[in-house]
């Protein structure tokens, strides 16, 4: 914080981060009039939204309705009444509220379209679409976005080796960030900064007025007429942090971009006095680890089963990855835990990794022995648990977890031809025995700022600090302890963001 003073800019709006919900908040703002500057403190633009397959859960809109699935804001009420309870602080209805018109607005920019796929809600509960309510954008060729697509950071599996973008179209989270882009672009109010970061608020008579950043040409102080909108990211890569507020998993095993998502945001509108909530929680999943010590986030098991340290199964391998994730953080021997398979997948995983996780990076048996012994298992215990499982796939049912009954579980199963009674149990018994790490990775923290309906930012008092608003996992989510269905961290971040915007707007 600092007093008053010069300022080396000056700007309607401020946006801490480039990802989907601060790309939202900036293009509201910018659509608006409000002359709009974007600051994102690496090279690239999108962090972890670039990364994403960019589902979007924004229920009730055009976009549903187009594909004739019968979505409504209604149901996704329903649905999230039974997850979560009532709705405490109103946040929950304004999101309900509002999905329709953000998906709305965006469309409505020629840059901006969608489309619903099909992708199941996480839970089974009143509401529920079995079938998925989340949309995506459509790929965008690279030529529309130009030179700015080299801006936009590229898929994990590339930006992790540092290839950057393969020929062709953007897809998922780039095709997002770039159409976002693109329509921010063309609106003539706002500015896009990289290699900027956020340091700290200026607060001037208990305002936020503006912020103060660092540069590759040293620190600047920019003003902010309207308000700050800090969308910069949860913490998940700040192991310091994790291990102050317990978060579960580990820096390293977490999805963010290297080195950028590590809270710094969060903790300088804490020193402007504002409070926090759920700390401790993460969008989880598993994560098959890579020579590298990196988690490669892993959903939609086909084959295969998974055992904690004393050779026992331990959850239905086939849950949403945020559930599994929860699984494997309720009890330490389940992190790691080990992907069990045979020469049935002997070519690729049978999961989804992402990266994919190379073939070198699997352990290799001829035994169920042999393999217990490269793990370091109790090989009677897993010889056990194989064979109750085969019994389990002859029998299509699984007394235990009930793998396979689920319709989420069924979205990924292998259900070609040859597939048993249940296509989510495949028996594990033909040699060589394969296994690969699994560690307790993240999609992102999803504790933070507290906020309101609006997005401002809440003092320990509950009242909003004038001039700072919050979106995406710098603020504690909306779902609290839970992860409804795809798309809900990218669905929220953009919701809250586009509120904030109106609110700025005045
Ligand atoms: P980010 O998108 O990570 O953006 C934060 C940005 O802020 C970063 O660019 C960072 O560099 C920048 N920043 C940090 N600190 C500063 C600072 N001090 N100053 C300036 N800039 C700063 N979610 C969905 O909803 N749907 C999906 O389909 C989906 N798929 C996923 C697939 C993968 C492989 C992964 C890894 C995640 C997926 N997620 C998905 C999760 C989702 O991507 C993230 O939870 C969400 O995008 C986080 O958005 P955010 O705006 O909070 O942060």
Same mark, same amino acid.
């Given at each position: ?32 009039? /409000? ?95 079995? $079938? ?16 700015? @697509? ?34 921010? =672009? ?11 970061? %956020? ?30 909108? #800090? ?10 942090? +994790? ?58 098991? +086909? ?27 309720? @009890?330490?021997? +389940? ?5 069990? %398979? ?25 035994? #169920? ?14 010889? $056990? =648990? ?48 394969? $296994?690969?790490?699994?560690? /307790?990775?993240? /999609? ?25 608003? @919050? ?36």
């Amino acid at each position: 914080m600092a007093a008053t003073g010069l300022w080396d800019d000056e700007y309607d709006v401020v946006v801490a981060g480039s990802g989907a919900g601060a790309m939202t908040g900036a293009l509201a703002a910018a659509s608006h009039g /409000l002359r709009t500057v974007v600051l994102e403190k690496t090279s690239l633009l999108g962090g972890t939204s670039a990364y994403a397959g960019a589902a979007v859960w924004l229920p009730g809109t055009r976009v549903q309705e187009r594909a004739g699935i019968g979505d409504s804001t209604e149901s996704a009420r329903a649905y999230l009444r039974a997850l979560l309870g009532e709705d405490a602080d109103g946040r929950r209805e304004a999101f309900l509220a509002t999905a329709p018109e953000v998906a709305e607005f965006l469309e409505r920019d020629p840059a901006i379209e969608f489309e619903w796929r099909p992708f199941p809600d996480y839970y089974a509960a009143q509401g529920r679409m079995d $079938a998925g309510r989340s949309f995506v954008p459509l790929d965008l060729p690279a030529e529309r976005l130009g030179e700015l @697509a080299s801006l936009v950071r590229p898929p994990v599996d590339r930006d992790r080796s540092g290839r950057g973008h393969a020929a062709g179209a953007l897809a998922q989270g780039r095709a997002l960030i770039g159409r976002l882009l693109l329509a921010l =672009t063309n609106t003539g109010n706002a500015t896009v900064r990289t290699g900027v970061r %956020f340091r700290r608020l200026v607060v001037e008579d208990g305002r936020v007025t503006g912020v103060e950043v660092e540069t590759a040409d040293g620190p600047a102080r920019i003003r902010a007429a309207r308000g700050v909108l #800090l969308a910069a990211g949860g913490f998940e890569g700040n192991g310091g942090m +994790r291990a102050e507020h317990g978060v579960p998993g580990a820096a390293e095993w977490s999805m963010g971009p290297a080195g950028a998502n590590t809270g710094d945001p969060l903790l300088a509108a804490v020193a402007a006095g504002a409070a926090t909530d759920l700390m401790d929680q993460a969008w989880w999943c598993p994560g098959v680890e890579d020579e590298n010590g990196r988690g490669c986030f892993t959903l939609g098991f +086909r084959g295969g089963l998974v055992v904690d340290s004393t050779g026992r199964r331990f959850a239905n391998e086939s849950l949403p990855y945020d559930r599994m994730g929860r699984e494997m953080a309720a @009890a330490p021997e +389940r992190v790691p835990a080990y992907v069990v %398979f045979d020469s049935r997948h002997a070519d690729v995983l049978p999961a989804i990794s992402i990266p994919s996780l190379p073939r070198s990076a699997w352990v290799e048996a001829d035994t #169920l022995d042999e393999l217990a012994e490269k793990l370091g298992l109790p090989a009677d215990a897993l010889a $056990a =648990t194989v064979e109750r499982f085969n019994d389990f796939a002859r029998d299509g049912v699984d007394a235990d977890f009930h793998r396979g009954e689920d319709p989420y579980d069924l979205f990924f199963a292998d259900r070609s031809e040859g597939a048993g009674p249940n296509p989510c149990l495949v028996p594990v018994d033909r040699p060589p025995y394969y $296994a690969a790490r699994l560690v /307790l990775s993240d /999609l992102g923290t999803k504790g933070g700022l507290r906020t309101d309906t609006e997005g401002r930012v809440l003092d320990d008092t509950g009242r909003p600090i004038a001039g700072l608003y @919050a979106a995406g996992n710098t603020s504690a989510s909306f779902s609290g302890r839970v992860y409804p269905g795809p798309g809900v961290p990218i669905g929220s971040a953009m919701v809250f963001a586009y509120r904030a915007a109106q609110d700025m707007a005045g």
